[in-house]
């Protein structure tokens, strides 16, 4: 059995701080140097990174009954900040709550939500056709406004736009202080009596009470409205008939409303970034798109570069740029042996980049998703059982929003904007992302 190459040395050190200021340099650093299975040290945890579809595929599918999220440091860190979701949770009570979860995102359901969400992005653009002539916007701020309104109305039936500042304020102190904690050496729970662990306990508690507030009230309506949380409310485990408390419900409100807006913002922040680099694919979309101002659910089947130019986007830059399990056995990869309690991550941002799998890896090509690939070796939304319920969700919202915004305006960056990236939990345009309106 061979021995899983990686740092060695005081080189483990250097590491960890090299880490600690470009996580992404890093890893790419990490694979070019010792291959597609390295171990590496982050803090006082050792990391394998698997960066081999083979390796992927049995870690999320074929063995992913060794591989959890129970005892993981990096998951019970983020529990404090998102409850027990579906995000967090593990073994029986994730598959619970997943059987009860999953009625809500049925094709039917989600595709009932098409109108909602091209209604608010031409909302969006009427605010912007008011703009003065030569006005520079941050799209990356627009996208994350126009997501979080989106899914709001999808979740719950309700414009947070009303709240849009608390609520978004109380986003952003979760994902700042998820990032910072993540980044730290040894990474503790918020709960000592210091003003940062204050300021989160303040922005959790008020996203608990929003969050019950609708539940308590969704809870005590006769005439409910059809939307998410209806769904998830009247659900029922087929096993044992059992519905979700209103703290899980809570909980898995507060998980929809982070990673479903924040994700699907950046995505599509990269991808009109993309697109103003490269004009010529730009001009494809447009020509599939032509001036369809009000596209639906139907309308998709027949635009696919618009698909492809999303999952392109998404593999240069992936929104969830790297993730983990725990080993609860020892197992092995390709000829490597990993031991039991072993933190093994992929890092999509790295693995979409592998160039043996993807062809001028750097380059921005949609019709690369026309030809096969093995399996493992694009993971966006994770893979195997634990993919990400709300892929067709966020794959039907990045589209409609895409044909809805370039069937009728162009956003070219800003002459001399150099951009760069922000591995936060998500993957951002660090400082935004300035951009002029072309109207079309």
């Not at 440091?73 to 027990?84: S, T």
């Not at 008011?130 to 126009?146: C, F, Q, T």
């Not at 697109?275 to 027949?302: C, I, K, T, Y």
Request: hydrophobic fraction near 40%; glycine fraction near 6%; charge should be positive.
């Amino acid at each position: 059995m061979k021995t899983i190459p990686g740092p060695r040395g005081l080189e483990i050190l250097s590491t960890v701080f090299r880490f600690q200021r470009d996580p992404l340099a890093t890893l790419s650093d990490l694979t070019n140097r010792f291959g597609d299975i390295v171990r590496y040290r982050y803090g006082p945890f050792s990391v394998v990174l698997l960066n081999h579809p083979e390796a992927v595929q049995r870690m999320l599918q074929d063995n992913h009954l060794n591989y959890g999220k129970k005892n993981s440091p990096f998951y019970e860190m983020l529990r404090h900040f998102l409850g027990d979701g579906l995000v967090t949770s593990d073994g029986d009570f994730w598959r619970r709550q997943r059987r009860l979860a999953q009625p809500a995102f049925t094709r039917k359901r989600l595709e009932a939500l098409a109108p909602l969400m091209v209604q608010c992005t031409n909302d969006m653009l009427d605010e912007w056709r008011r703009l003065p002539a030569g006005a520079v916007l941050n799209v990356a701020d627009e996208m994350m406004k126009l997501t979080l309104r989106i899914v709001g109305l999808a979740l719950f039936s309700l414009d947070v736009s009303a709240e849009t500042r608390a609520v978004a304020h109380c986003l952003e102190v979760l994902q700042g202080q998820m990032t910072q904690r993540f980044q730290s050496l040894l990474p503790l729970p918020p709960v000592l009596p210091t003003a940062r662990d204050r300021l989160f306990r303040d922005s959790r508690r008020r996203l608990d009470e929003i969050a019950m507030k609708i539940v308590t009230e969704r809870r005590a309506q006769s005439n409910r409205p059809q939307d998410l949380l209806t769904a998830l409310l009247e659900a029922r485990d087929p096993e044992t008939g059992e519905s979700m408390s209103d703290r899980q419900l809570c909980d898995e409100l507060i998980t929809f409303l982070l990673a479903g807006h924040e994700t699907t913002a950046n995505a599509l922040a990269w991808t009109f970034y993309l697109l103003s680099l490269h004009p010529d694919q730009r001009r494809r979309l447009e020509a599939e798109v032509g001036l369809l101002r009000r596209p639906s659910a139907e309308d998709l089947p027949q635009l696919p570069l618009s698909e492809r130019v999303v999952l392109e986007s998404m593999r240069l830059y992936p929104p969830v740029w790297v993730y983990g399990r725990m080993s609860y056995a020892p197992d092995e990869f390709m000829g490597y042996r990993v031991g039991k309690n072993q933190i093994v991550t992929v890092a999509p941002y790295v693995l979409h980049r592998h160039p043996a799998i993807w062809p001028n890896p750097e380059g921005f090509d949609p019709d690369r998703f026309l030809l096969e690939r093995p399996k493992g070796s694009y993971v966006p939304f994770a893979h195997g059982p634990r993919l990400c319920i709300g892929n067709h969700f966020a794959m039907m919202e990045a589209r409609l929003l895409l044909v809805t915004v370039a069937s009728q305006v162009r956003l070219n960056l800003q002459a001399g904007t150099r951009v760069s990236t922000e591995a936060l939990v998500t993957l951002r345009p660090l400082g935004g992302l300035p951009m002029t309106l072309e109207w079309r």
